[in-house]
């Protein structure tokens, strides 16, 4: 018989163990998997008593029981139903709380009694105030003149509020309207050579003008120091600075006698001259604004300080043109600046006009005029006065104007106004400006319109931008008085005529959408 050793009867006792919990492991698994693969029956539900139903009726019949598989189908299938019936209760709940609401017309007005008188009495203040307002309008027609035959002459001038006031008033409303726009417009494009601004007021181009030519070879003056408290130190520095600097230039004297003499350095290369810029097309040769009234010149002399360069040193802050004024060469009182290259003239648009300061050229090359046809007591004289110191052919005559509309319901509503207008601004508003330069063409020789434009929707028509001229050999032929508005044609009056007959239902319902001709 072999020997019995130990530790052969550990090892055969650890493995006996070891399959003793393999097969129990194995029982375990399969029982997991037999209940996991078990197919359960659900109990069947229980049924519910039907209602009684009147009879005839059908018996319903036994609904079969559902699938565990198809629990979800029948789980989407049935939320419709669902939020139909909380709809159709929603709808149920408001219509009852609807009939609920409802009030007999008697009970409505007792209980808001205050907002129905209210609405009905201001129904009725806004049908009176319409019927009176017709009614004014019909028993008093809108008052029209020919222009230069108003009531009363127009000075350009405000006399409720200073020309500071004035001009000021006016920056937010010409932004509004788009005057500013054509502001730029007529100095920065159509301005050239030799300008003219008639009625140049406060100034209120300056700002689009093009200076180049007019400052060119003007340099500033050296600012001049204001005494302080330790100016006498800066004055003692700068005596020690100019000493220095003389004692080394004189140990440099010394120093280049006891030298030898060097040999002579090669001469510096010659530096290319500067290529000639083309000139601008758009830049002024020479200004000269003319206007009657001194306080609108000093706000144009103030503009002139802050908008044109190295005026600042020829202008004080605070100008008078009464002190600053002197005795011109054609006899007018005025400023000149920038080497008789800027005039300042106070003048009147209805005399003669003065002539270009150069010597060279006699007649101007641009005429500019901005809102001055309204504010003279005879508007084709000036037209006139224009004409005359313009150059023929090439020279133009640039209006920015405002007036008579194209609608008749605005002119009827300018014309209304037209008087508190005038008391307070000094001008005309509703002048034909059309007309006027219409007359101007035929009574001068060789005038003639260019362009005559209703720039901007804002302005309804109103505010017109004028382009002018006269030809050549009209004007060397010319020796005819200047005409005036008094002497006009018979057609302008038979015109003014027919307008100033206008009712008050075609100058404040009716619209008339006949443009202008144009030659």
């Known amino acids: ?41 659900p109990p069947p539900p229980k049924q519910q008593k039907a209602a009684p139903k009147p009879l005839p009726f059908k018996p319903a019949q036994p609904k079969a029981t559902p699938n565990p598989s198809s629990k ?28 609920d609401k409802k009030q007999p017309i008697s009970e409505l007005v007792k209980s808001r009694w205050f907002p129905l008188f209210g609405a009905g009495a201001a129904a009725m203040c806004v049908g009176l105030f319409s019927v009176s307002l017709l009614k004014y309008w019909k028993t008093h027609p809108a008052e029209h003149w020919t222009p230069g035959q108003e009531p009363e002459v127009p000075t350009g001038r405000p006399s409720i509020q200073s020309p500071r006031e004035f001009d000021q008033h006016l920056d937010k409303s010409e932004w509004r309207y788009g005057i500013t726009k054509l502001r730029r417009r007529i100095a920065s494009e159509m301005a050239r050579g030799h300008v003219l601004e008639v009625a ?31 100016s006498w130190l800066s004055k003692e520095e700068k005596g020690a600075e100019k000493e220095k600097k003389e004692d080394n230039k004189e140990k440099g004297e010394g ?38 009234s001194p306080p609108m010149l000093d706000l144009a002399l103030t503009r002139i300080r802050q908008v044109v360069p190295y005026m600042a040193d020829q202008v004080p802050k605070k100008p008078s043109f009464a002190n600053l004024a002197s005795k011109t060469d054609s006899g007018e009182e005025g400023i000149s600046l920038a080497n008789n290259r800027i005039r300042i003239l106070k003048a009147d648009a209805q005399a003669p006009l003065p002539p270009p300061p150069s010597p060279t050229a006699q007649k101007y090359d641009t005429i500019i005029q901005t809102f001055g046809l309204c504010s003279v007591r005879d508007p084709v004289l000036l037209l006139s006065n224009m004409a005359s110191v313009v150059k023929p052919e090439t020279g133009r005559i640039i209006l920015l104007e405002h007036g008579r509309s194209w609608w008749e319901l605005v002119n009827g509503l300018l014309d209304r106004s037209a008087r508190e207008h005038f008391e307070r601004f000094g001008c005309w508003w509703n002048r034909d400006i059309e007309l006027v330069v219409r007359a101007a063409e035929r009574a001068v020789p060789g005038l003639e319109v260019l362009r005559l434009e209703r720039p901007g929707w804002a302005t309804v028509g109103t505010h017109m931008l004028i382009e002018m001229r006269v030809r050549g050999h009209a004007a060397a032929t010319s020796t005819t008085p ?3 508005a008094e002497t006009g044609s018979s057609e302008d009056k038979k015109d003014s005529a027919q307008k100033s007959t206008t009712g008050w239902w075609s100058s404040v319902l009716s619209i008339n959408n006949n443009k202008p001709k144009d030659d």
């Open 200 to 230: 140049v007021g406060t100034g209120r181009n300056f700002d689009y003008y093009d200076w180049s030519l007019v400052t060119e070879g003007l340099e500033p003056t050296e600012e001049k120091e204001k005494p302080g408290w330790f």
């Open 1 to 41: 018989m072999p020997p019995v050793y130990l530790h052969a009867l550990t090892t055969r006792a650890v493995i006996r163990e070891s399959r003793r919990a393999q097969d129990a492991l194995q029982r375990i698994r399969r029982g997991c998997r037999r209940y996991a693969t078990s197919k359960r029956t």
């Open 72 to 99: 979800s189908n029948t789980t989407t299938r049935s939320s419709p139903p669902s939020s139909s019936s909380s709809s159709s209760s929603e709808s149920a709940s408001s219509s009852r709380g609807y009939e």
């Open 482 to 484: 200047a005409p005036t």
């Open 255 to 292: 120093k280049r006698e006891t030298e030898k003499p060097k040999v002579a350095e090669p001469s510096p290369k010659p530096q290319p001259k500067p290529r000639p810029q083309p000139p601008k097309e758009h830049a002024i040769l020479s200004f000269t604004g003319v206007d009657i």
